[in-house]
């Protein structure tokens, strides 16, 4: 009874993790149509970044965290300016295939000043609340708090900003978008600097909820894209719930299953989605 | 000849036939599969086992293309139409299960220890040094028969059939062609020779471990490819030997720049693998039409 409850908290908290960079990439996957690899790493980054930024200066956690995630909203801002805006109209081979040269690049970098051993933010130890019967530290709370505010905001600027007007219009007809006003570099422009931002803060929340080690991003990678496909690409809203749901899954099969096959689970449902749906995965 | 040498060559031959196999599929068939180390870790290990087994080395080589093959028309039929974006996320993960199932399963593969004292032929009639000779000498005449089955293929009907299904596929299936049958054979055929490269790299090492079949193989055959030319499988070839050369010469930096540690050189490696992946992209598709 004691395991069901817990796997519910630990499979809300992943979810909530998960759902940040996963958004972004069903953003991008949405909009500029490639299944951009590369951001699953700015989840590496942005672990690594407040760690370095923990070491730097002496501000409080919440603040390292946002700093190290804006860095990487800069980081895949000025990333796609000087790497992926050549190939915007050569289709989507070339801009996969420099995503997966953006994603070595940026966990090697990790690698290089930060080495391969396991480390841990210097959080004070805290005891778990009991909150409704449940059993969660503060921090672990906070993740979730943090994370469902965030995607409450993305809602909202995609729903009801110019911006967002822009983004939706974009990933469901390009041609019509920009005939009607919208400049499509504007909206890549934006799209990328969310998306590393989103991708930031999940990697040092997944941080902060594990340890932090160059493949912090790259054990997220199945996951993501799962959650991105099985929510439908381009929904906010869908992706949430769908982080919820692989999360919770991936969670409560560790009661039949090793948990180093945790990302199996993820790639089970993204083969049964392909399998089940080959032509309703794009926003409609 | 030189023992190091001699182990530089028989790498880059192994690493020439994981990239003539992914010549097939990427390079005629415009099959961008990301996790060809899945059909190299597979046909390793079930060479090693069947040869552990006592099993003759032909017996190793065959179920080593054929079980990839196998998985390779499971990737096909997961894969809808094999577009290029869900057949490069499919295979990506792919190869990370099969990772982690060799990771995993002790009572099959060994776990994170893998496999040990696999037998490599011509070991028991020869000196060490003699049977590494021969052993280069085999690896070589696979990858000849790999390159010649490339220059078939490419030069005779069927890649004429696979050159219009690259260039447009509704065309190509308008004139009657099964664009998908196509496509899953050389998907198949590709991942064989993928297999039959880690026959070879687990008998030659005689040991194998996960840790040898991360994505980072996918990825250096897939700039060597990129290098050649997509279709170029001689170009495949010197693709091959320019990567070999990024990964084998930044070991001798080590010398000249004596502050950079173990870690920090894998780490620039890498870097310089994934900058000539972003350069070589940039150089060759900057403003191009829409393929």
């Known amino acids: ?284 | 000849m030189d023992q190091y040498l001699i182990a530089i060559v028989t790498f880059t031959a192994i690493y020439g036939m994981i990239g003539l196999g992914l010549n097939l599929q990427w390079g005629l068939t415009g099959l961008v599969n990301l996790g060809q180390v899945a059909f190299f870790a597979v046909g390793a290990y079930a060479s090693a086992l069947l040869l552990l087994a006592g099993a003759h080395f032909i017996v190793a080589l065959a179920a080593a293309a054929m079980l990839p093959a196998a998985l390779a028309t499971l990737v096909a039929l997961i894969t809808p139409r094999l577009r290029e974006d869900y057949l490069a996320i499919v295979t990506l993960g792919l190869a990370e299960i099969i990772r982690l199932v060799f990771l995993n399963e002790k009572w099959i593969a060994g776990g994170p220890d893998g496999l040990t004292g696999i037998p490599r032929p011509l070991l028991g009639s020869a000196t060490p040094s003699e049977s590494a000779w021969l052993f280069m000498l085999a690896t070589l005449a696979a990858l000849f028969v790999f390159f010649m089955i490339n220059w078939r293929i490419a030069t005779f009907p069927i890649g004429r059939v696979l050159k219009a299904i690259r260039s447009d596929e509704i065309l190509a299936t308008s004139l009657g062609k099964n664009v998908l049958r196509f496509k899953t054979q050389m998907l198949a055929v590709g991942a064989s020779m993928a297999g039959i490269a880690g026959a070879f790299y687990a008998s030659y090492l005689t040991f194998i471990s996960p840790a040898m079949f991360t994505a980072q193989v996918s990825l250096n055959v897939l700039v060597a490819v990129l290098i050649g030319g997509q279709g170029n499988a001689l170009g495949v070839l010197i693709g091959t030997a320019i990567v070999t050369c990024i990964l084998e010469g930044t070991r001798f930096i080590k010398d000249y720049v004596s502050i950079l540690g173990g870690v920090e050189l894998a780490a620039l490696r890498m870097i310089i693998i994934g900058l000539a992946l972003i350069v070589i992209v940039l150089v060759r598709y900057r403003k191009a039409s829409v393929r």
């Not at chain 1, 530290?137 to 110019?162: E, Q």
């Not at chain 1, 911006?163 to 974009?170: H, K, L, P, Q």
């Not at chain 1, 941080?207 to 080690?213: M, N, R």
């Open chain 1, 1 to 284: 009874m004691f395991e069901i409850k817990q796997y519910l908290v630990s499979g809300i908290l992943i979810g909530a993790i998960w759902m940040l960079p996963a958004i972004g990439i069903s953003l991008i996957y949405a909009v500029l149509r490639i299944p951009h690899f590369a951001f699953a790493e700015f989840m590496t980054l942005g672990a690594y970044l407040a760690l370095g930024f923990a070491a730097a200066t002496g501000l409080p956690f919440p603040a390292i965290a946002l700093l190290a995630a804006v860095s990487c909203g800069l980081a895949a801002v000025i990333m796609d300016q000087a790497v992926f805006r050549p190939v915007r109209q050569s289709g989507v081979l070339p801009a996969m295939l420099l995503s997966l040269g953006a994603m070595l690049i940026l966990q090697n970098i990790v690698r290089f000043f930060w080495g391969n051993g396991v480390r841990q933010y210097r959080l004070p130890l805290q005891r778990p609340l009991d909150v409704f019967g449940f059993n969660i530290t503060p921090n672990h709370l906070a993740i979730i708090l943090v994370s469902g505010a965030v995607v409450f905001a993305l809602y909202v600027l995609l729903k009801w900003t110019r911006f967002g007007r822009e983004v939706r219009a974009t990933a469901n007809n390009p041609e019509l978008a920009r005939v009607t006003g919208v400049e499509p570099e504007r909206v890549y422009l934006g799209l990328n600097g969310v998306a590393g931002i989103l991708a930031g803060l999940g990697g040092v929340m997944m941080a902060v909820y594990t340890s932090l080690t160059p493949l912090v991003g790259w054990n997220s990678l199945l996951p993501l894209f799962a959650i991105a496909l099985l929510g439908g690409l381009g929904r906010v809203g869908g992706a949430a719930l769908a982080a919820l749901v692989i999360g919770l899954t991936s969670e409560y099969s560790l009661m039949f299953i090793q948990s180093s096959y945790k990302n199996a689970i993820a790639f089970v449902v993204l083969a049964g989605l392909l399998i089940l749906r080959p032509r309703g995965l794009v926003a409609e």
